[in-house]
């Protein structure tokens, strides 16, 4: 069924007409253009695909995008809108956090979540948060390098 759905997206109120049913991932890079978003699994397993919905990580492909309305959605392009980079992309390119990078925005986007509710987590939840975050190329190491130094970082922004 289709229908409007209204939101903001990093920042910007939305209002599309499209399929009710149809995966918010579909709709992020079909219809808007954002291709920051990555499909990976399409069954939420690899959370390549993660957004922030009103600041929680969500799996976007298996979100229907008639659950966000009248959300706020946040994805990699809208991380940094003042157009300077986030502490959390700042530490992953200082950590060289990344092979393919496919999977950097989900993480980057998980571990931006983690921060903003949780400015100084602990070993144990940097690693929770990002358990289920899938890295085919097994960067874990310096993945998890770039959360502390994140979680570190002086200087706290949005």
Do not use: W
């Amino acid at each position: 069924m289709k229908g409007p759905v209204e939101f903001t997206l990093n920042g910007a109120p939305q209002r599309l007409s499209v399929e009710l049913q149809r995966p918010l991932l579909e709709v992020l890079r079909e219809e808007l253009d954002l291709t920051g978003t990555k499909f990976g699994c399409g069954e939420g397993q690899c959370r390549a695909c993660t957004v922030l919905v009103d600041g929680k990580p969500t799996r976007s492909c298996i979100t229907d995008v008639s659950e966000i309305r009248g959300s706020k959605v946040v994805t990699i392009e809208g991380l940094a809108p003042d157009g300077r980079l986030h502490r959390v992309q700042e530490a992953f390119i200082k950590e060289e956090a990344m092979q393919c990078g496919y999977c950097v925005p989900g993480m980057v986007l998980t571990v931006a979540a983690l921060l903003e509710r949780n400015a100084l987590p602990s070993e144990a939840e940097l690693v929770e948060a990002l358990n289920g975050n899938l890295c085919r190329c097994c960067g874990y190491t310096n993945i998890l390098k770039a959360a502390r130094r994140a979680a570190q970082a002086e200087e706290v922004q949005p």
